[in-house]
């Protein structure tokens, strides 16, 4: 135990950045129990340790499930351990390694009515199947990756607020040429493509995009297949279609096909793309965003970062595909996104949207109501001809 102490004050010593995520002011941190869910890397842990840093040392503790004092010893002894020792407020780091973490937090939190628990897990997979029991308890959240304004802010120095969707449709030539004037910002624009997404990056911008490959494999073997009771030969049948779909995203795909190709059942198939979606390593644009079973086959299918196309394929990324993945990769945090009639998607079953470079006409969307052109390579907007990195600012 005594061991855990000095990690959990090491961390919140070693913590250094003073950078918050868009997600730390809308978390009502007055809840007692707090699931905050993610990709590896998204930076729940810092999440984690800015909050506790704001409460009462003698009171807090940051324990991480994954430390192998976990193996042999149950998180509901040690907490009530630690409760007697006058700790309060738990902040709780990767719960889906541990086993019993669902059943032990229902206990802890039924019997301990002053304590607090903040709990991160890294796997959409693992964490969703557990907490049934603690649905009427915990306030969930999900942090995703950096926006493009948050990559500024941490690259650049330089903090801009958060801009409504309604907003920027409306303001679009007065909110692109107030960010421009005071940023390079197509050139900013094409960092973040490359390696901008997971704050991971600035510990080595050279060595990123290796780190994200590693961490989805980490993802398929460590976080997926434990809690799905994958076989070896499924992991390598995910990571096959992961890279199949690398090749050519937007990926339409035809099921049939790729079952053929992986020698697996068509359901199979339908079965892991639901997987990688939940694992966000995909997204999965389907017609309707509701009641939607996996065994329906989405309309496309992307990488759910454009970082992973240049990681996966830096030497045949294609802009085309990269400017589509961005503008649902940022438009899905708060909005939903769907598979339209006319133009590339809809949003909040409302607004219709063709992605494209800078002379790209609205010929496809051409008498579509509330249709827009969501344009790279123009750092300002005018009438329904919108700058694509506007969209990064959405959160």
């Given at each position: 135990?005594?061991?855990?102490?000095?990690?959990?004050?090491?961390?919140?010593?070693?913590?250094?950045?003073?950078?918050?995520?868009?997600?730390?002011?809308?978390?009502?941190?007055?809840?007692?129990?707090?699931?905050?869910?993610?990709?590896?890397?998204?930076?729940?842990?810092?999440?984690?340790?800015?909050?506790?840093?704001?409460?009462?040392?003698?009171?807090?503790?940051?324990?991480?499930?994954?430390?192998?004092?976990?193996?042999?010893?149950?998180?509901?002894?040690?907490?009530?351990?630690?409760?007697?020792?006058?700790?309060?407020?738990?902040?709780?780091?990767?719960?889906?390694?541990?086993?019993?973490?669902?059943?032990?937090?229902?206990?802890?939190?039924?019997?301990?009515?002053?304590?607090?628990?903040?709990?991160?897990?890294?796997?959409?997979?693992?964490?969703?199947?557990?907490?049934?029991?603690?649905?009427?308890?915990?306030?969930?959240?999900?942090?995703?990756?950096?926006?493009?304004?948050?990559?500024?802010?941490?690259?650049?120095?330089l903090e801009f607020s958060k801009i409504g969707l309604d907003e920027l449709l409306q303001n679009s030539q007065e909110i692109s040429t107030l960010i421009s004037d005071q940023i390079d910002i197509l050139?900013?624009?094409?960092?973040?493509?490359?390696?901008?997404?997971?704050?991971?990056?600035?510990?080595?911008?050279?060595?990123?995009?290796?780190?994200?490959?590693?961490?989805?494999?980490?993802?398929?073997?460590?976080?997926?297949?434990?809690?799905?009771?994958?076989?070896?030969?499924?992991?390598?049948?995910?990571?096959?279609?992961?890279?199949?779909?690398?090749?050519?995203?937007?990926?339409?795909?035809?099921?049939?096909?790729?079952?053929?190709?992986?020698?697996?059942?068509?359901?199979?198939?339908?079965?892991?793309?639901?997987?990688?979606?939940?694992?966000?390593?995909?997204?999965?644009?389907?017609?309707?965003?509701?009641?939607?079973?996996?065994?329906?086959?989405?309309?496309?299918?992307?990488?759910?970062?454009?970082?992973?196309?240049?990681?996966?394929?830096?030497?045949?990324?294609?802009?085309?595909?990269?400017?589509?993945?961005?503008?649902?990769?940022?438009?899905?945090?708060?909005?939903?996104?769907?598979?339209?009639?006319?133009?590339?998607?809809?949003?909040?079953?409302?607004?219709?949207?063709?992605?494209?470079?800078?002379?790209?006409?609205?010929?496809?969307?051409?008498?579509?109501?509330?249709?827009?052109?969501?344009?790279?390579?123009?750092?300002?907007?005018?009438?329904?001809?919108?700058?694509?990195?506007?969209?990064?600012?959405?959160?």
């Open positions: 135990m005594e061991r855990l102490i000095t990690y959990s004050n090491r961390s919140l010593r070693d913590l250094k950045t003073s950078f918050q995520r868009y997600l730390f002011q809308k978390i009502d941190w007055n809840q007692r129990l707090i699931l905050i869910l993610g990709h590896r890397g998204s930076g729940k842990t810092t999440l984690m340790l800015q909050k506790m840093s704001m409460e009462k040392v003698s009171e807090s503790i940051y324990l991480s499930l994954d430390d192998f004092y976990f193996e042999g010893n149950r998180l509901v002894e040690l907490v009530e351990d630690l409760y007697q020792k006058g700790y309060r407020r738990f902040f709780l780091d990767e719960v889906h390694r541990y086993a019993y973490w669902s059943s032990d937090l229902k206990t802890l939190f039924d019997h301990y009515s002053d304590t607090y628990f903040v709990v991160s897990g890294s796997s959409i997979v693992g964490v969703s199947k557990g907490n049934a029991d603690l649905s009427r308890r915990a306030a969930q959240y999900q942090l995703a990756g950096m926006s493009l304004r948050e990559f500024i802010q941490l690259e650049k120095g050139s900013v624009f094409q960092q973040y493509l490359v390696y901008g997404y997971y704050p991971f990056y600035s510990q080595s911008k050279e060595l990123y995009s290796s780190r994200l490959i590693q961490t989805a494999h980490v993802v398929l073997e460590m976080d997926i297949a434990p809690f799905e009771d994958l076989t070896h030969k499924s992991v390598q049948t995910m990571k096959k279609l992961l890279y199949i779909i690398s090749e050519s995203v937007p990926f339409i795909p035809n099921i049939s096909k790729l079952a053929e190709r992986l020698e697996v059942s068509r359901n199979t198939v339908l079965k892991v793309l639901d997987l990688l979606h939940q694992a966000q390593l995909l997204n999965l644009l389907r017609s309707a965003t509701h009641g939607v079973s996996f065994l329906q086959k989405p309309e496309k299918i992307y990488l759910q970062n454009p970082n992973l196309a240049y990681a996966l394929s830096p030497a045949e990324v294609n802009m085309g595909n990269v400017r589509e993945t961005f503008f649902f990769n940022q438009l899905q945090v708060l909005h939903q996104v769907s598979f339209p009639k006319f133009g590339d998607f809809i949003v909040d079953q409302e607004y219709s949207f063709e992605i494209g470079g800078p002379n790209k006409s609205a010929h496809q969307i051409q008498g579509v109501p509330n249709s827009f052109l969501a344009l790279d390579g123009i750092k300002t907007g005018n009438a329904n001809r919108i700058p694509l990195w506007a969209f990064g600012f959405l959160y």
